[in-house]
T-cell receptor, first 113, second 114 residues
């Protein structure tokens, strides 16, 4: 089954404690991205990757890091989480960056205390 | 920069009512346009798309037509069901130089009562 998986699905942490949210896709897609969803703001892109070892900033990259060492994986790293990073995070992938469908993961709900 | 504006919700309808969710966009080039749906507790999934002017996207009884002259991509359904209750996102994407940042609207919540 074609899918995008994220782990963990729910996470509660404290300010300053480094965390990683994993994302993996099994569709051999070249394009992957991370979004955060906040009430009243819709989805905002954090980072995206056009291919292995190619990443670039989205609309709201501050406080986040990503890496793309393999085609299927695109982890999101919060080196020093802060309460304003409490949000719902989605990973997505697509074969073509412009016209093709983006496939979204189920989401990771993060609470930073 | 590019932007997408959706009507604010929630939109509350009775089953079998007609649905319209308005979406207008601002873009410098020729974007592709999408409607995504998010059911409670799930990620977004594509509902329909259109890649050029006058194209009509359709799926599951939903339709939207790419109107370049009015820069709109309104979502319609003739008869909604309770199972259509979800949040609907209008989005656009286009190549712009060396970057690609798709733009989403803020989402419109639809509540359908039996």
């Amino acid at each position: 089954e074609a899918q995008v998986t994220q782990n963990p699905r729910y996470l509660i942490t404290v300010t300053g404690k480094k965390l990683t949210v994993t994302c993996s896709q099994n569709m051999n897609h070249e394009y992957m991205s991370w979004y955060r969803q906040d009430p009243g703001l819709g989805l905002r892109q954090i980072y995206y990757s056009m291919n292995v070892e190619v990443t670039d900033k989205g609309d709201v990259p501050e406080g986040y890091k990503v890496s793309r060492k393999e085609k299927r994986n695109f982890p999101l790293i919060l080196e020093s989480p802060s309460p304003n990073q409490t949000s719902l995070y989605f990973c997505a992938s697509a074969q073509d960056r412009v016209v093709e469908t983006q496939y979204f993961g189920p989401g990771t709900r993060l609470l930073v205390l | 920069g590019d932007s997408v504006t959706q009507m604010e919700g929630p939109v509350t309808l009775s089953e079998e009512a007609f649905l319209t969710i308005n979406c207008t966009y601002t873009a410098t080039g020729y974007p592709s346009l999408f409607w995504y749906v998010q059911y409670p507790g799930e990620g977004l999934q594509l509902l329909l798309k259109a890649t050029k002017a006058d194209d009509k996207g359709s799926n599951k009884g939903f339709e939207a037509t790419y109107r370049k002259e009015t820069t709109s991509f309104h979502l319609e359904k003739g008869s909604v069901q309770v199972s259509d209750s979800a949040v609907y996102f209008c989005a656009l994407s286009q190549a712009s130089g060396g970057s690609y940042i798709p733009t989403f609207g803020r989402g419109t919540s639809l509540i359908v009562h039996p």
